[in-house]
């Protein structure tokens, strides 16, 4: 599988979780209560405890966690309308961090402080839960914000000098249009920090759970996100009227397949004039 640009949600996660650092405090608080009140211990065995397994949770595990994710966007990707930036994948990345670094973090506790699994594993889980709720909160609230702010948001439509193209399995491939949704702060200033270009196009999905033969990215990119249905997202530095596109396909012989991919053709997309 290969990822936009070498992102996926988890990164962006990632960054909510540092950006919200001060959680730590709360989640330590909450910890140690509910530490206190299953392994029924003393109140400074318990913030010991809470405070070590936050420094596991909050460095150790969001870093393994992250790219963790990558093992369950190459099985999951091909089969979400949108690919590695699906609703249902951001929702799950919450969900799979969170629980993925209460086990790291349960583990390590367990080694370190001679107790079982089982029963450090749900005092754990309350507090960071309760972490990644708020910060799920907090940062929905400040994405609201910032489409407050948002002044207006302009298409800019492209066509494709050819539209049609018959590929190394003899089917047909019709690309329709593309388009760069352009933001604008309260300024009137362009608040894009990249560009996506959203490539509509036609494929015969009937083989597409199988394998999907082609790929679409720019040629400078070594990489790219997976395919949707009838849609590929392309991430640009810069706006330009012209964008060249690799049509990059699955080699013919079943012994290579994606090990060597074959270039066959650079699609040309021009800037509508009227939009």
Not at 26 to 36: D, G, N, S, V
Not at 57 to 62: A, M, R, V
Not at 142 to 155: M, T
Not at 169 to 194: G, L
Request: hydrophobic residues 45%.
């Amino acid at each position: 599988m290969t990822l936009l640009n070498v992102i996926w949600p988890a990164i962006y996660v990632s960054e909510e979780v540092q950006k919200f650092w001060y959680l730590i405090f709360l989640t330590i608080i909450i910890e140690t209560i509910t530490i206190y009140v299953f392994l029924k211990i003393g109140w400074k065995k318990s913030v010991l405890i809470s405070i070590i397994g936050n420094l596991i949770s909050g460095f150790l595990g969001t870093l393994v966690m992250m790219f963790a994710m990558l093992i369950w966007h190459f099985a999951i990707d091909r089969f979400l309308p949108n690919a590695t930036f699906d609703k249902f994948n951001w929702i799950a990345t919450y969900f799979l961090m969170c629980l993925g670094s209460v086990c790291i973090e349960t583990f390590a506790i367990s080694k370190i402080f001679k107790f079982s699994f089982k029963k450090l594993f749900i005092p754990l889980l309350i507090g960071n839960a309760l972490s990644y709720l708020f910060i799920v909160f907090a940062a929905t609230k400040e994405n609201d914000v910032k489409q407050a702010k948002q002044k207006r948001i302009e298409n800019i439509f492209y066509k494709p000098l050819k539209n049609n193209y018959t590929l190394l399995n003899k089917k047909d491939v019709m690309f329709y249009t593309a388009k760069i949704e352009i933001e604008y702060d309260e300024n009137n200033k362009i608040s894009n920090i990249s560009y996506p270009l959203e490539i509509i196009f036609k494929y015969d999905y009937r083989d597409y759970f199988i394998d999907f033969p082609f790929e679409l990215r720019l040629s400078t990119d070594e990489n790219s996100s997976e395919i949707g249905n009838g849609r590929k997202i392309i991430y640009l530095d810069k706006l330009s009227d012209t964008v060249k596109v690799v049509l990059e396909q699955k080699n013919p012989d079943e012994n290579i397949g994606w090990t060597k991919p074959i270039i066959t053709d650079t699609l040309k997309f021009v800037r509508s004039k009227t939009e």
